[in-house]
T-cell receptor, first 114, second 112 residues
Framework: GAVVSQHPSWVICKSGTSVKIECRSL??????MFWYRQFPKQSLMLMAT?????????EQGVEKDKFLINHASLTLSTLTVTSAHPEDSSFYIC??????????FGPGTRLTVL | QQQVKQSPQSLIVQKGGISIINCAYE??????FPWYQQFPGKGPALLIA?????SEKKEGRFTISFNKSAKQFSLHIMDSQPGDSATYFC???????????FGQGTTLQVKP
């Protein structure tokens, strides 16, 4: 139980294009999902908190217009990186909050912007 | 106040040995302290977690020791195996926000 999936697992895109990443909780409902970014050999940095049916809350320094988050249902949150540039290349990981506030992480999405 | 400091940055242990990773925090509002294991190219997986009402929790070969007064907690991996070679992250959160604050990570290598 408590499985979280992400799609795609990796994506390569040209600079200036937008990329959408999906995060799904497969066997539980998640009112809250979180989005993290991880650069090579570094820790996970929280980007935003996504609540079903309401606007996401972004961490300081994260551009809300660049990283669009939509949490349309209790099992799906999406992160869209708009007008991606090479510096946005990173490993993006989502987590979904289950029972007792435990967070379950997805497998991550590797984004490479050329 | 939001930082979680983790040490060491890297650790090499012989097979069968004990791996010890330490974390310290400042925010006294934190009330949940999980440890995650991450393999290259994968998302982190929850290993074990503790809340401040207990000083120790053991699950199999993994033990968390928690010192509330010192604001420190540690992960002990007993009988370390080569398959334990991974990056380990401690984290902390408060029930108010649910946001996890991660430590810097420790890369563990267990030599056969």
């Amino acid at each position: 139980g408590a499985v979280v999936s992400q799609h795609p697992s990796w994506v390569i895109c040209k600079s200036g294009t937008s990329v959408k990443i999906e995060c799904r909780s497969l066997d539980f409902q998640a009112t809250t999902m979180f989005w993290y970014r991880q650069f090579p050999k570094q820790s996970l940095m929280l980007m935003a908190t996504s609540n079903e049916g309401s606007k996401a809350t972004y961490e300081q320094g994260v551009e809300k217009d660049k990283f669009l988050i939509n949490h349309a249902s209790l099992t799906l949150s999406t992160l869209t990186v708009t007008s991606a540039h090479p510096e946005d290349s990173s490993f993006y990981i989502c987590s979904a909050e289950g029972l007792a506030g435990l967070q379950f992480f997805g497998p991550g999405t590797r984004l490479t912007v050329l | 106040q939001q930082q979680v400091k983790q040490s060491p940055q890297s650790l090499i242990v012989q097979k069968g040995g004990i791996s010890i990773i330490n974390c310290a925090y400042e925010n006294t509002a934190f009330d949940y302290f999980p440890w995650y294991q991450q393999f290259p190219g994968k998302g982190p997986a929850l290993l074990i977690a503790i809340r401040p009402d207990v000083s120790e929790k053991k699950e199999g070969r993994f033990t968390i020791s928690f010192n509330k007064s010192a604001k420190q907690f540690s992960l002990h991996i007993m009988d370390s195996q080569p398959g334990d070679s991974a990056t380990y992250f401690c984290a902390a959160s408060s029930s108010n926000t649910g946001k996890l604050i991660f430590g810097q990570g420790t890369t563990l290598q267990v030599k056969p």
